[in-house]
């Protein structure tokens, strides 16, 4: 296996486990915020932040990385790559401008229009982070079957 196959199996492997846990936060953790006493609200957020990051930061730039090393490639021009790679920085600007807004507003404390906001705008995450999963697999295997 060359050394570019085993960038393209951990890119896969990094993009399916944050498609897990994206679609875990859609259906679970996202709408349960609503379920958090208030007054315990603010202490519930910082808890979140801190322990979410852990798990999320490093699956992400991992899968920023490989994802970067793969469109940089010049032999790997396929257009499900590009595409991939285009949602992919997609999903890192909405996560940059609109849910690190979010959270740090949700630090004050609950607000139910904030959570709202935070469900609908996280279908266009959990849509594109699946989208990109099926691009992905479909390239590995037309890579691998050839």
């Known amino acids: 296996m060359l050394p570019n196959n085993f960038v393209l199996l951990g890119h896969l492997i ?5 498609t897990g846990v994206i679609w875990v936060i859609q ?4 709408p349960s915020f ?4 208030k007054e315990l609200y603010t202490a519930f957020q910082k808890f979140h932040m801190n322990k979410i990051s852990i798990i999320v930061i490093p699956i992400m730039l991992a899968e920023l990385i490989t994802g970067m090393m793969l469109f940089l490639d010049k032999s790997s021009k ?5 595409v991939s790679f285009v949602i992919l920085v997609l999903i890192w600007l909405i996560t940059g401008v609109f849910f690190s807004k979010a ?12 959570v709202n ?7 266009i995450r ?8 099926l691009l992905l697999t479909c390239f590995v295997y037309l890579h691998f079957s050839r």
């Open 27 to 30: 259906i679970v953790h996202y």
């Open 14 to 18: 990094f993009t399916s486990i944050m």
């Open 78 to 82: 396929s257009p499900f790559l590009i």
């Open 103 to 114: 959270h740090n507003e949700l630090m004050t404390g609950y607000q139910e229009l904030v």
């Open 34 to 37: 609503h379920f958090i006493e």
């Open 126 to 133: 959990t849509l594109l982070w699946t989208l990109r999963l």
């Open 117 to 123: 906001q935070l469900v609908v705008m996280n279908w």
